[in-house]
């Protein structure tokens, strides 16, 4: 539920600016972030997993790295879980500490893992036994000692979209639970290696709380296992994936209640069954959320281009396209589009479509909304997190302009790209 991007009276605000006046003022299409939401989100976490010792909460810049967002995001205390080396250029540049930088990733190329060496971040988390080989390698070459965690793939059915499913057999990520003993054994005998533990990424927008039960259960037999074996554990790493409410994003008298609104984790039940399973003495427990930080923050600021009625059917035709905001071609994912003018307009079934030359290209189908016309503003809900991060340029169309709003002042992250970035 997001609370600072909310109605008062039939205006939308963002924190206490009118939405209306954002995309007056800076155009459309418009990403903007509630700075109060992010704090909020990440206050409610740290203080969920609290209870944990020794919890630390790396935030993913995968979700959203916006170089003023990852500012803010250090600045609350969190570490940072990257996944490139550009990632670890950005988090370092924003202030996050080094020893507080994760780097994960099934392919990571040599001149990731020597950067990860060379700027001395906190662990690189190893995805297969050939990689390991080569991080032990190019820490020798380096006269360092690499400090990893082996990220086990547990086999746990997270029970979300399949395209963000990440910790069963089948996926990609990871060493097998019941194959990684030998990487194990490597791992202790090598040299320039410091095995400090265990990492496990099951998936994202995870809703329930069982996959991750099964995943600490897994973990933490695993580590009683290798634990046996010589393997001094000092970090466990349960990866991300809390997911957030799409639907409702807003409640208003003026606008349908959505159906199939998404159950939400318990911060605090989820924070004691971790707890339960992985507290080992000596050690720190680590979770890289990214979504449940930023999503709710954001909102894509768009309008409409044209009303088009076709065989029957409403198109609403924006000025934002899946460029700009993959999900729902992605994902077919759900966000909430409401006008940021309400009215007591009846509701239709509408598609909200975008410019692109590509039929995936759409925001909502079938949709319940009122009557709109050319002009009209609406916001694409809760878009924090994968939504500027995973834009392009296709169809040769400039990215957006970033907003953070604090209180009632708003400022520029990002300019707007202009025709010259294109080239
Ligand atoms: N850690 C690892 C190793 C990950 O692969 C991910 C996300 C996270 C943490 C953060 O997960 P989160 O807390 O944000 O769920 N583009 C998709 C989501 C892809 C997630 C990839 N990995 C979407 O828009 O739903």
């Known amino acids: ?3 600072k991007i909310k109605y008062d009276g039939n205006r939308l ?14 155009g459309t299409p418009l990403y903007v972030y509630s700075s109060e939401q992010i704090k909020d989100n990440f206050r409610r ?22 170089p003023e ?44 893992i020597d950067f990860a060496l060379a700027r001395d971040i906190g662990v690189i988390i190893v995805e297969s036994d050939e990689e390991l080989g080569v991080i032990s390698e190019r820490a020798a070459a380096l006269g360092r000692t690499a400090r990893i965690l082996l990220r086990i793939n547990p086999d746990v059915d997270a029970r979300t979209h399949p395209h963000i499913s990440t910790g069963l057999k089948e996926n990609k990520f990871g060493i097998n639970i019941n194959e ?28 329930e709380h069982a996959p991750f039960e099964e995943a600490a259960d897994s973990i933490r037999e695993f580590v009683i296992r290798i634990q046996k074996e010589g393997a001094n554990i000092r970090q466990i790493d349960l990866g991300g994936g809390i997911g957030v409410r799409y639907r409702n994003a807003l409640k208003h ?45 954001g909102v894509l600021l768009t309008k409409v281009l044209y009303r088009k009625e076709s065989a029957g059917r409403t198109f609403i035709v924006v000025d934002a396209g899946m460029n700009d905001m993959m999900r729902h071609a992605l994902y077919s994912a759900y966000h909430q589009i409401i006008p940021v003018e309400l009215n007591d307009s009846a509701y239709s079934p509408a598609d909200v479509v975008g410019p692109v030359c590509e039929t995936t290209d759409a925001f909502a189908l079938q949709r319940e909304l009122p009557v709109l016309r050319r002009g009209d503003t609406l916001a694409i809900m809760t878009v ?4 500027y991060s995973i834009s392009s340029n296709y169809n040769s169309r400039p990215k957006p302009a970033e907003i953070l709003v604090e ?12 025709f010259e970035d294109l080239i």
Not at 384 to 387: F, L
Not at 407 to 418: G, Q, S
């Open 407 to 418: 209180k009632d002042y708003a400022r520029v992250v990002r300019d707007r790209e202009t």
């Open 69 to 112: 967002l990852l500012g803010l995001i250090s600045s609350l205390g969190a570490g940072a879980d990257t996944v490139s080396a550009g990632e670890i250029f950005l988090a370092l540049k924003a202030g996050f500490p080094p020893s507080s930088i994760s780097l994960a990733g099934v392919g990571k190329t040599d001149r990731d």
């Open 13 to 26: 605000f963002v924190e206490e600016i009118p939405a209306a006046e954002l995309a007056a003022k800076y």
């Open 253 to 297: 008298s003026l606008l349908p209640a959505e159906r199939k609104e998404e159950p939400l984790i318990d911060l605090n039940l989820l924070a004691k069954a971790i707890k339960d399973r992985l507290s080992f003495p000596g050690c720190e427990i680590a979770i890289e959320p990214g979504r449940y930080i930023v999503a709710e923050s």
């Open 45 to 66: 976490l740290r203080k969920a997993f609290g209870i944990v010792p020794g919890a630390r909460i790396l935030y993913a810049l995968k979700a959203n790295s916006n």
């Open 384 to 387: 924090g997190a994968y939504g």
């Open 1 to 3: 539920m997001t609370e």
């Open 180 to 207: 990684a003993g030998e990487t194990v054994k490597r791992a202790l005998r090598s040299k320039s290696i410091d095995l400090l533990g265990v990492h496990s990424h099951i998936g994202s927008q995870v809703t």
